[in-house]
């Protein structure tokens, strides 16, 4: 009989880690019956829909349109939704990706309902509870029957937290999968002719972590940082829908817009925004995912938090943890453009293949 799987997407993220799992899934029909669900955590075109049909993933078969709310809200109605699907579906497992809202609640809702969890990016730690996304991370984990993991410190963090080791699997890095396979096809983006750009004489920037932009102190912070690296070298910024109401609610918004060099346009799709990175001299970013994306591109990224969850990036691959200190930012900034930045190498495992070690995993176990 086919085990019966549902795999969760919720997010931006989600999407991008799903679509290596779907098409290694489809491989197996004669074992799995999967059914897709998404939870509508993000429920913009451009922040969900435009990523299924760039990664060429199927439609959800379940769409729960959660949308927005606080993270307690959101969660719990992501619970309750998902309850009910979960009752009519009767999976044998649910596989949950990353680290969103829609990652716990299911999560939880699998767990007290007798069904099996599997968790891709699993052990990843920041080691800073006041990320909601830490605290899924660990509540995820902490259910899960099968946990696969992305680098050799989530086995270690694993560890010191004594999860049974017969439940880890190290696979590899999944987003890695999507951005290897697509790699033909964003080197056709017409983006940089559509905002006229030349190859490497540009910047990217996204930030949307509310330590980052939910407060007029670190808006300021960052405007000055904007100004004076926008003076060497033109930065776009595609601005995620929260952020640029957050910054509009600040009263940063002209602001921004009014710095030379600093070009601010809407969400990109996949395909768009990888091409942007990829072609472009540095990026400066908030984001967990780009962190992985600049190393296997060989593009230097400067992460401004305090703390990264992702520590290959820094230790072997082209990310330099930052924080919003304007000094070693500028500094960076002008390593970067003399080309003196470090060239990182690619981590264990990151080679296009996690999505079939995981459904192997699947196959000799569920």
């Known amino acids: 009989m086919k085990k ?4 969760v997407a919720g997010a931006r993220p989600n999407f991008i880690k799903i679509a290596p799992l779907i098409h290694e899934l489809k491989k197996y029909d004669d074992c799995f019956n999967v059914t897709l669900l998404h939870t509508g955590q993000h429920y913009d075109f451009q922040m969900s829909e435009v990523f299924f049909q760039n990664l060429n993933i199927p439609s959800p078969d379940i769409f729960l349109d959660i949308r927005s709310g606080s993270h ?10 998902f309850e009910e699907a979960i009752l009519k579906e009767r999976p044998d497992l649910v596989v949950v990706v990353g680290d969103v809202n829609s990652t716990l609640a299911c999560s939880i809702v699998a767990s007290k309902s007798g069904v099996s969890i599997a968790h891709v990016e699993a052990g990843l730690r920041s080691f800073d509870r006041a990320m909601p996304e830490e605290i899924n991370r660990i509540v995820t984990d902490s259910l899960s029957d099968y946990l696969f993991v992305n680098e050799e410190s989530g086995l270690k963090n694993l560890e010191k937290e004594n ?19 697509n790699l033909p096809i964003i080197g056709r983006s017409e983006i940089l002719d559509k905002l006229n750009l030349n190859s490497r004489e540009y910047s990217v920037v996204t930030l ?58 809407e969400p990109l799709g996949y395909i768009d925004f990888i091409k942007l990175v990829k072609d472009s001299r540095f990026v400066i970013t908030d984001s967990g995912g ?24 820094i230790t ?48 000799e176990n569920l």
């Open 163 to 181: 999860v049974n080791s017969d439940k880890i699997y190290f696979v590899g890095n999944i987003m890695i999968d999507t951005l290897l396979r």
């Open 316 to 363: 072997k691959g082209t990310n330099y943890m930052v924080g919003r200190d304007r000094k070693k930012i500028i500094q960076l900034t002008d390593v970067i453009l003399n080309n003196e930045a470090k060239e990182g190498t690619i981590p264990e495992l990151w080679d296009g293949k996690t999505g079939e070690r995981i459904v192997r995993v699947l196959v």
């Open 208 to 265: 949307h972590r509310p330590g980052n932009v939910d407060s007029s102190e670190t808006l300021s912070e960052i405007f000055d940082v904007l100004s004076t690296i926008s003076r060497k070298i033109k930065i776009i910024y595609p601005l995620h829908p929260r952020t640029m109401k957050t910054i509009s609610d600040h009263g940063f918004f002209e602001k921004f817009k009014n710095i030379d060099g600093l070009v601010m346009i």
């Open 4 to 7: 019966r799987i549902v795999i």
């Open 290 to 313: 780009i962190q992985e994306e600049t190393t296997v591109l060989k593009i230097p990224c400067l992460t401004m938090r305090e703390n990264t969850e992702r520590p290959v990036t």
């Open 72 to 81: 307690a809200v959101q969660t719990a109605r992501i619970m309750v939704a």
